[in-house]
C-alpha cells in the first residue's frame, strides 16, 4: 500500500483553453470561407462574422452540460477542480468530502476522480489542505491487516513493562517504536520522529494508555 496522494488540476483552466483553442479553429475556418467567398477587408462595409459565441451550441462539464455563454455554468459560479487519487472513492470519503468547508459542488466522476466547486468566498488551497487531511488519513483497519497485526501484538508484548510506548505503521505494513519510562526528551524526540514518518508515508501511530 503507497501513500494517499490527490493530484488536482483546474477546470477553469482546462475549460479557458479549450474555449480559446475553439475560437482560434472557428476563427480560422471563418477566415477560409471569407476568403474563397471573395471577402476581405477592403470592402466599404464592415466584415459581419459568421460565427459568435452563442453559436458554439453546448459545453460538456461535470456536472451537465450548459450553454457556453451562460452565467450558472460551474466555471462562471466556482473556482473548479478535478481531483484524481490513488485510492477509492468510497462512501465514506464522499461523505468526508461533503462535510470539508467549502466544497459547494461535489461530482464523484469514477473510482479515482472527483469533481468540487469552490464559492469565491473560500481559498482553493486551504480547501485542498483540509481535503487532504481529511480523505488521506489513514484507518486502523486499513493499515492493520492479519499479519502486521501479528507483528504489532508482538511489539505491544515486548514492550509492555514501559509506561510510555508509541508504534508508527507505516502504509506498507512496516512498524518503528519508541518507548521510555520517563517522558523524557529523549522519548520526546524519538516521538517526534514518528510523527514525521507518518506524515512523510502516511500510515498510522498507536500509543500507550500514558502516551
Known sequence: MSRKRIIWKSWNAQEEEYVYNLEAELKELENELLGEAGIGDSG????????DKSSFGLLHTPVGMYP?????KPSNRWDCWIATTNFDITKSVRNKLK????????????????????PITFD???????????ICDYTPQEVLNEDVQVTVDL?????ASKKYWSIFVSPSGNVDYIVSNDLDKKYLDGLNELLELKKLLGGIILRGDDG
Not at 511489539?155 to 514492550?159: G, L
Open 44 to 51: 466599404g462595409s464592415p466584415m459581419i462574422p459568421i460565427f
Open 68 to 72: 457556453m455563454e451562460s452565467m450558472f
Open 99 to 118: 462535510r470539508c468547508e467549502g466544497v459547494e459542488a461535489l461530482r464523484i466522476l469514477g473510482r479515482y476522480t472527483f469533481f468540487i466547486g469552490i
Open 124 to 134: 482553493f488551497k486551504n480547501v485542498r489542505k483540509d481535503i487532504e487531511k481529511t
Open 155 to 159: 511489539v505491544k508484548q515486548q514492550i
